[in-house]
C-alpha cells in the first residue's frame, strides 16, 4: 500500500490540523474523540426516569385507598343521580320493595350485593335510566344494585 503524498507535508511524519471541533486530526487514520452530548442526554434521561418510577411505584402500592375512594365517590353519585332521576318521576312510579331495597342499597355505602329488581314498566325504565347514568360517570355495571335473583320477571308488559 503506498502512502499518500500531500502537499507541503514532510512524507511519513504525523499531520495534525486545529480546525476539527472534536480535536486534531491525524491524517494516519480516524480518530474521533467521542462528543459529551450523548453522555449528558442519558444522564438526564436517567434523572427524569427514576423519579416517575417512583411515584408510579407508589400510586400502584396505594390502589387500595385509591379504590375505597372511588366507591364511596360513586355512591355519593348514584345517590345524586337518583335524586335528580326520581325528581323527575311521579311520587308512586315504584313500589315500597324497590324503594327499600335501593335506600338499602345505599344505606351499605354502595358495597353490599343488595337486590333491587325492576317488576314494573317504570321501575324498569329508571333502572335503566340510572344505569346508563352511571357508566357514563364512570361506573361499571357490576357496581350497579339491578338484579333480579331469578332473572328479569316484569309484571307489566315492557314493550
Request: charge should be positive; charged fraction near 15%; aromatic fraction near 6%.
Amino acid at each position: 500500500m503506498s502512502q499518500a503524498k500531500f502537499p507541503g507535508k514532510l512524507p511519513g511524519k504525523l499531520h495534525t490540523t486545529k480546525n476539527d471541533r472534536y480535536g486534531p486530526i491525524s491524517t494516519k487514520g480516524p480518530t474521533m474523540k467521542t462528543p459529551a452530548y450523548p453522555v449528558i442526554l442519558g444522564i438526564t434521561l436517567l434523572s427524569l426516569t427514576l423519579p416517575a418510577t417512583a411515584l408510579l411505584t407508589t400510586l400502584l402500592t396505594t390502589t387500595d385507598a385509591h379504590s375505597a375512594t372511588w366507591r364511596e365517590t360513586k355512591c355519593t353519585l348514584y345517590q345524586e343521580n337518583r335524586d335528580e332521576t326520581r325528581a323527575a318521576m311521579p311520587a308512586n312510579a315504584t313500589s315500597n320493595a324497590f324503594n327499600q331495597q335501593e335506600d338499602a342499597f345505599i344505606a351499605s355505602g354502595c358495597t353490599e350485593r343488595i337486590y333491587v329488581c325492576p317488576h314494573s314498566k317504570a321501575e324498569l325504565a329508571y333502572a335503566n335510566l340510572m344505569s346508563i347514568k352511571m357508566m357514563n360517570a364512570g361506573a361499571t355495571g357490576s357496581f350497579l344494585p339491578f338484579v333480579c335473583e331469578g332473572g328479569l320477571q316484569t309484571d307489566q308488559p315492557t314493550q
